[in-house]
C-alpha cells in the first residue's frame, strides 16, 4: 500500500479566514446595494455550509444596516437527480422563518457553485414553497464547469479550476476555527464535503 494517497492531499489555501470574513461583508453591502436596502430579504443557505454562510451573511447584513434580515435554510436533498446514485445523502430540516417565501426576495446561499445541480434542485424545491418575489443566488466560491445554465448573483472568489481538482471549503462552525479556509486540491478518492455542485 502507498504512503501517498490522492485524499491525504492537504491543497492550497485559497482563502484564509479573514478572506472568507471579508467576502461574505462583500456579497453583504452588493446585496443591500441591488436590494436598495434590506427590505423584503429572505435568506436561505442550502445545508451543510451554505447554511452557515447564510447565517453569517445575516449578521453582516445587521452590523450595516441594523436590521435583522431573516435567515433560514432549505434543504435539496429530495429534489436532487442524483439521489439514486448516492442515496446515503443526509436529509437536514428545512427552516423557513417568518411567513415564507411569498413575495419575498430570497437570496440562495451556497459555499461552492460548481455544475449547477444544487442550485436548480433548489429552485425546485423553493417552488414547493411558495412564489418569491425574486430569487438571487449567493455563493462563497465559483469554480466554473457549470453543467446548467446557472449563474451566482454574488460571489466571494471566482476560482478557475480544473475538473479534476477539488475545492474543499471549511467553516468555524462546522469544521472547527483552525480548520476555516478555502482550500484546492488535487484528485482524490470519493469526493468529500465542500467539493460543490
Known amino acids: 500500500m502507498s ?3 490522492p485524499s491525504a492531499d492537504p491543497g492550497r489555501i ?11 461583508r462583500r456579497i453583504a453591502h452588493e446585496i443591500l446595494e441591488a436590494n436598495k436596502g434590506p427590505e423584503g430579504l429572505l435568506l436561505l443557505g442550502i ?5 452557515h454562510l447564510a447565517r453569517r451573511l445575516a449578521e453582516a447584513l445587521r452590523q450595516v444596516e441594523g436590521t435583522e434580515v ?5 434543504d435539496v436533498t429530495m429534489y436532487r437527480d442524483d439521489l439514486r446514485s ?8 428545512t427552516h423557513i422563518p417568518g411567513d415564507g417565501v411569498d413575495g419575498r426576495v430570497v437570496v440562495l446561499v451556497d459555499d461552492v457553485l460548481y455544475s449547477g445541480r444544487t ?16 430569487v438571487r443566488l449567493a455563493v462563497l466560491v465559483d ?8 449563474r451566482a448573483d454574488y460571489v466571494g472568489k471566482n476560482l478557475p479550476t480544473a475538473q479534476s481538482e477539488r475545492v474543499m471549503v471549511r467553516l468555524a462552525e462546522h469544521d472547527g476555527a ?20
Do not use: F, M
Open 3 to 5: 504512503a501517498a494517497h
Open 14 to 24: 485559497v482563502l484564509s479566514s479573514d478572506d472568507i470574513n471579508r467576502a461574505v
Open 47 to 51: 445545508p451543510t455550509r451554505g447554511a
Open 70 to 74: 431573516p435567515v433560514g435554510s432549505l
Open 86 to 93: 448516492q442515496p446515503t445523502r443526509a436529509v437536514e430540516p
Open 119 to 134: 442550485v436548480r434542485a433548489a429552485l425546485d424545491a423553493l417552488a414547493d414553497l411558495g412564489r418569491p418575489r425574486a
Open 143 to 150: 469554480r466554473g464547469h457549470r453543467e446548467l445554465p446557472i
Open 178 to 197: 483552525e480548520a476555516e479556509g478555502v482550500r484546492i486540491a488535487g484528485p482524490a478518492a470519493p469526493a468529500g464535503a465542500g467539493a460543490g455542485e
